[in-house]
């Protein structure tokens, strides 16, 4: 077995809509059935005992090493605990070659799965050991590495369940929620819009101290201290038993509460330097230890603390009792579980000491030993939820304390004996005000009811109804994809918003090219939705990235499919058939909104299909008002687009409403066909989107797919008296489409400048120049720069081949180098000429051109 292809799948895609690990696995002669290998399916289960049933319940069928290694990968993961269900393996054309698809939740962890997946498969086979107890350990301490934390995972869950799309930044807690302008970010529990002041007022416990205390809070009393002499001053001055802590520390570590003595001030202040170079003391605030969860202007969620400690049993050591508590699975490392594992340090052993204990001592029946007073979940405390027994003044004191630093969510901690008491009643007082508080203690208590925080901070983040979305307008089909896209974005400019578009020629915002080259994949929609200028996106969606990664975004409010050509990369990526290529545009339309659109081109009947599979409702367009899905589709109250002599017409019902096709440049007055679809499925994309009429107008008429606005897109231009047309046409549909047009332009003679690219397929190439031929009289063959995979001549022989087929025998040149083939058919123009020239170098092709003419004026 050999998998000769792995890719991530980070979106909506053509198997699945969830994220998805795929590969391309070639199973030996003696693989493809594993019923045919002696004794394999035992020796794979008796390594994994858990990997499940590969056979659906009734169904006979042969299994090959592939499908064993889809389920193990799929299983694997499942045991380490990531919530995976899907997937599939599909024989492809090529004996014993696969296509394996197996979910992942965190990318890194499906490939680590995958790779343990092919160990076990290849160990079976050989009946060599695997190491499963590993292979399961490794998975979760990866997931458990990069998965988000209970803070951040519960306010991700919260915006999903909203609807609010998320992208998670780095590997850590910085998360996007929403996209384009509308967008918003938090980096575990912190919000975008606190402040660095705040957050550094929050840092330091002594300035805020000062602050609280200002403001009245009731804070207790004490100071910075420079040493452990001076720790000891401060003490004196207390009088009362303190509190050792550094100034600027997080999570209770290196805090060490009720120090009482010289001894225990000097191993307290040791913890406290090693986390901070300033240390603090203040007075020791008996009571109970409570964390105030705030969120804006309310207080979401309270927790009594308890600090952790063991109970004594008479028999066992407090070292014994500790590794005991330790065991439960509730208790881990880190921050993934509910609770955290009993630390034994210099704190610890010096707080059992205060209390007549060593690690060894056995306490008796009942006897509660404390491990630490202070009383973090980060140091193995415990949390019982308060939330509704905190008193009204009490909970008014936290959000003050929170606005005092200007923390937008904030975890004030309370030292008192009760939470149904204000602080002052009970000679309380505020300990310390946390920016980006833990919240697992108020998602899963240890006792007591979680409470909705993650909904909580969403809340503070997008108001009531909010989702976070800006436009999408996913386009995607053979041709017309990059002029409909420029199109859509006229028009949304022509209302107003900022647009960010993608293009074969590169990323727009706003008007301004921020990338170039070919950004019709799902990289260049991620960039577009990030950027925080774009009010709405318009999304060129090419077939190589759905398959290279699935689609950019979870979901679209528009989706356009232009049609569906034959000579479209057809034979590349196991894609063969016009139908086989259907069903993969069809992701786009599986992925529009419910409340969104497809809008579809009636006319090509296999577009037309497409309208069964979107979610959401259906715009169907055509040139010909009678052509019959159109008319059926308006008698049922749907939405239509169409021609009607020199207008474009939106109708639905009796409503009409009517776009002048001389007020639309790109059709050059109704006279280019494929430019005047290129528009009747813009209108429909704007119409679907509720834009005004006017605005529609407006954005279609400011549009002119000249040189610079629609770079090789039926660019018209004039040499000497003659005509130029430079576009970027490559496949059989597309030479059609523009035949039909050049006909229509009154000419003395018609000459045409053709390449073919080498990954077509080889009756793709042919069928271009068999339709060029028909209607050139000149034809100036010339081979691309790159040969994507050709040998030298091999193209333009094809090329030839076709002209062969033609109807009429044109004059016919063969060159070697784009620009030199411009410049020869340039140099055969005369006045009343018409010339096609089909560039492959875009922009340099353009340029080149744009110098002959100056050179000519």
Request: proline content about 4%.
């Amino acid at each position: 077995m050999e998998i000769s292809r792995l890719r991530a799948l980070r979106g909506p895609n053509l198997w699945s809509r969830h994220t998805s690990i795929a590969l391309i696995v070639t199973c030996a002669s003696g693989e493809c059935a594993i019923d045919e290998i002696p004794d394999y399916e035992r020796r794979l289960r008796a390594r994994f005992p858990r990997i499940g049933a590969m056979r659906s319940l009734g169904v006979r069928s042969t299994l090959s090493i592939a499908h064993a290694l889809q389920h193990a990968a799929l299983e694997l993961q499942a045991q380490a605990g990531c919530p995976v269900t899907f997937g599939t393996t599909v024989p492809t054309v090529d004996p014993g070659v696969y296509q394996v698809v197996v979910q992942y939740t965190e990318e890194v962890v499906g490939r680590l799965a995958v790779e343990l997946a092919e160990q076990l498969c290849v160990s079976a086979m050989r009946d060599t050991p695997f190491d499963l107890a590993d292979a399961l350990a490794r998975l979760r301490a990866l997931d458990e590495d990069v998965r988000p934390g209970p803070s951040t995972g519960s306010i991700i869950q919260a915006a999903v369940a909203r609807g609010i799309p998320y992208r998670r930044l780095t590997e850590g807690s910085l998360v996007q929620f929403g996209w384009g302008s509308r967008q918003r970010r938090i980096q575990a529990a912190e919000i975008d819009a606190t402040s660095a002041i705040a957050e550094s007022i929050a840092q330091d416990k002594y300035l805020t101290k000062r602050l609280l205390e200002a403001a009245g809070v009731p804070v207790p009393p004490g100071r910075p201290v420079r040493d452990v002499d001076d720790a000891w001053a401060a003490m004196q001055e207390i009088v009362e038993p303190v509190v050792v802590k550094p100034v600027d520390g997080n999570q209770g570590k290196g805090v060490t509460v009720r120090v009482e003595t010289r001894d225990h001030l000097e191993v307290a202040y040791a913890a406290a330097r090693e986390r901070s170079r300033k240390v603090l003391v203040e007075r020791f605030t008996p009571g109970s230890d409570f964390r105030l969860l705030v969120v804006g202007e309310r207080l979401i969620a309270a927790a009594r603390r308890d600090p952790p400690h063991v109970i004594g049993d008479g028999r066992h050591t407090i070292e014994q009792l500790i590794d005991e508590v330790n065991r439960d699975p509730a208790r881990g490392d880190g921050h993934a579980t509910s609770l955290t594992r009993i630390r034994v340090d210099e704190i610890a052993i010096a707080r059992m000491k205060l209390q007549g204990y060593t690690l060894q001592s056995v306490p008796a029946q009942g006897a509660r030993v404390v491990l630490r007073n202070n009383a973090n979940l980060s140091t193995g405390g415990t949390a019982t939820d308060v939330t509704d027994d905190v008193h009204p003044e009490l909970a008014a004191r936290a959000v003050e304390a929170a606005r005092i630093v200007g923390l937008d969510i904030c975890g004030v901690d309370v030292v008192c004996q009760t939470e149904a008491r204000s602080l002052e009643d009970q000679g309380g007082a505020i300990v310390e005000v946390n920016a980006a508080p833990g919240l697992r203690m108020h998602l899963d208590p240890s006792y007591g009811t979680g409470r909705p925080v993650g909904e909580a901070i969403v809340d503070e983040l997008y108001s009531p109804g909010a989702d976070g979305r800006i436009p999408i307008v996913a386009v995607t089909g053979t041709n017309g994809k990059t002029t409909t896209v420029r199109l859509i974005a006229s028009i949304l400019a022509a209302d107003g918003l900022r647009v960010g578009y993608t293009a074969t020629d590169g990323i727009y915002v706003d008007g301004r090219r921020i990338d170039t080259g070919d950004c019709s994949g799902p990289k260049s929609a991620r960039n577009v939705l990030l950027h925080p200028d774009v009010d709405a996106a318009v999304l060129e969606t090419a077939r190589g990235g759905i398959l290279r990664e699935g689609l950019g975004f979870d979901r679209c409010q528009v989706a356009v499919v232009t049609n569906i050509g034959t000579g479209d990369h057809l034979g590349l990526n196991y894609i063969r058939t016009v139908e086989e290529l259907a069903v993969l545009k069809r992701v786009v339309i599986q992925n529009v909104a419910e409340d969104g659109y497809a809008v579809l081109n009636a006319a090509d009947p296999i577009v037309a299909a497409m309208a069964d599979s979107c979610p959401g409702e259906v715009i169907l367009f055509a040139a010909d008002a009678e052509h019959p899905l159109l008319q059926a589709h308006r008698a049922q109250g749907h939405r239509v687009v169409y021609r009607d002599g020199g207008a474009i017409v939106a109708a639905q019902g009796s409503d009409e409403h009517r776009v002048e096709l001389a007020q639309v440049p790109v059709t050059r007055n109704g006279t280019v066909p494929f430019q005047v679809e290129n528009a009747m499925a813009s209108v429909a994309a704007a119409w679907a989107l509720g834009l005004p009429w006017s605005h529609v107008r407006d954005g279609l008429a400011a549009f002119v797919n000249d040189a610079e606005n629609a770079p090789g897109r039926f660019n018209v231009m004039h040499y000497r008296g003659a005509t130029l047309i430079a576009d970027y046409g490559h496949n059989p549909d597309a030479i059609s489409a523009l035949v039909a047009a050049v006909e229509a332009m009154p000419a003395r003679r018609r000459s045409v400048v053709i390449s073919g690219a080498g990954d077509r397929r080889d009756v793709d190439i042919r069928e271009q120049t068999r339709i060029l031929g028909d209607a050139f009289d000149t034809v100036v063959l010339y081979e691309d720069q790159c040969q994507r995979g050709r040998a030298d001549g091999e193209v333009i022989a094809l090329l030839r081949d076709g002209l062969t087929e033609a109807r009429r025998a044109a004059e016919v040149h063969e060159i070697r180098g784009e620009f030199l083939a411009i410049d020869t058919a340039l140099a055969q123009l005369g006045e009343g000429d018409v010339c096609l020239i089909l560039i492959d170098q875009v922009e340099e092709a353009l340029a080149h051109i744009t110098q002959r003419l100056s050179e000519a004026a």
